[in-house]
Structures are given as structure tokens and as C-alpha cells.
């Protein structure tokens, strides 16, 4: 029988296997397409649906552990930033991204906010109505999130008002 230990290593894997499999679509063949913020939000919803399914133990655990001050929750969040560094890169090569000033801080700010959902799925559901991790939820977060990532939090400026000159 194997230890505690060694079966935490392989669940730990097992998260990184479906990051790194949610990823490899969003960047991979087709990723152009996922990342749309008008093509892609339901297709991004299937990819988050294919890998979470709505009974997943995954994101609990995922939340459980990082948020744990353990040495087992640093190694993940190092290994959760590998893919998520190597992802930008991916994308900037396909010119589907800037990399920024500092890839290493965007790619640590985009996982941080992939992470958010998972970390804050109870309160976001309980402010939105609906688990942002179902395929409702994600068919209202991923347009919204896509459209941040592709055009920024930049507004129309707002008509002139009163007499025009």
C-alpha cells in the first residue's frame, strides 16, 4: 500500500495533468478560436466542462491546498505557473498575446486570476446566482473575462453632451 505522501503526489499530478490539458487546448490548434471573446465563450465553457465537470473534487481540493501554508502548496503553485509561463509564451509566439514588460509578472497575474475562480467560487456564486465553474457560469465569465484579456478594461469615451461646436 503506498503512503499519504505518495498519493498526494499523484493528485497533486493529476491537477497539474488537467491544468496543462485545459491549457494545451486554449493555446494549441484551435486556441485562436477559444480565445475570441465572441467565438470562444462557449467553447471555452466545453473545455472547462470536458476537464470540471459539475460533481469535480478538483477545484476544492485545488483551493484547500493552496491555500495551505505547506511546502506540498508552494511546489504546486510553482508547477501551476510552469504551464501557465510556458502558455504566454505560446501565445506571444502565435501573436495572440503580448508578452508585457515583465512576462514573468503577467504570466503570475494570469494564473492568479485563474485561480481566483477556483479560490472564490462560493463567493462569486452567491453574488452572480449561479457556480461560475458550471457550464452556465462559464457561458457568463468566459465572455466577459475574454473580452477583459483581448481589449483591457479600456471604455468608449462617453458622447459630448450639450451644444456641439
Keep these: 500500500m503506498g503512503s499519504r505522501e505518495g498519493l ?3 493528485v497533486d499530478q493529476y491537477v497539474l495533468d488537467v491544468f496543462e490539458a485545459m491549457l494545451g487546448e486554449l493555446t494549441g490548434d484551435g486556441g485562436a478560436e477559444l480565445l475570441d471573446p465572441g467565438a470562444g465563450a462557449s467553447s471555452l465553457s466545453e473545455v472547462f466542462a470536458r476537464h470540471l465537470p459539475d460533481d ?4 476544492s481540493y485545488l483551493r484547500r491546498l493552496l491555500l495551505s501554508d505547506t511546502d506540498a502548496a508552494q511546489l504546486l503553485f510553482r508547477r501551476l505557473y510552469e504551464p501557465s509561463r510556458a502558455a504566454l509564451d505560446g501565445l ?3 501573436g495572440l498575446a503580448a508578452p508585457g514588460r515583465d512576462p514573468a509578472v503577467r504570466a ?3 494564473l492568479a486570476n485563474d485561480l481566483a475562480l477556483f479560490l472564490l467560487r462560493d463567493r462569486l456564486a452567491e453574488v452572480l446566482g449561479t457556480d461560475p465553474l458550471s457550464v452556465d457560469g462559464m457561458t457568463r465569465w ?3 473575462m475574454l473580452s477583459i484579456y483581448a481589449g483591457g478594461l479600456n471604455a468608449v469615451p462617453p458622447e459630448p453632451q450639450g451644444d456641439a461646436p
Design 8 to 10: 498526494r503526489q499523484e
Design 56 to 59: 469535480s473534487p478538483l477545484p
Design 92 to 94: 506571444a509566439a502565435a
Design 108 to 110: 503570475a497575474l494570469l
Design 142 to 144: 468566459a465572455p466577459e
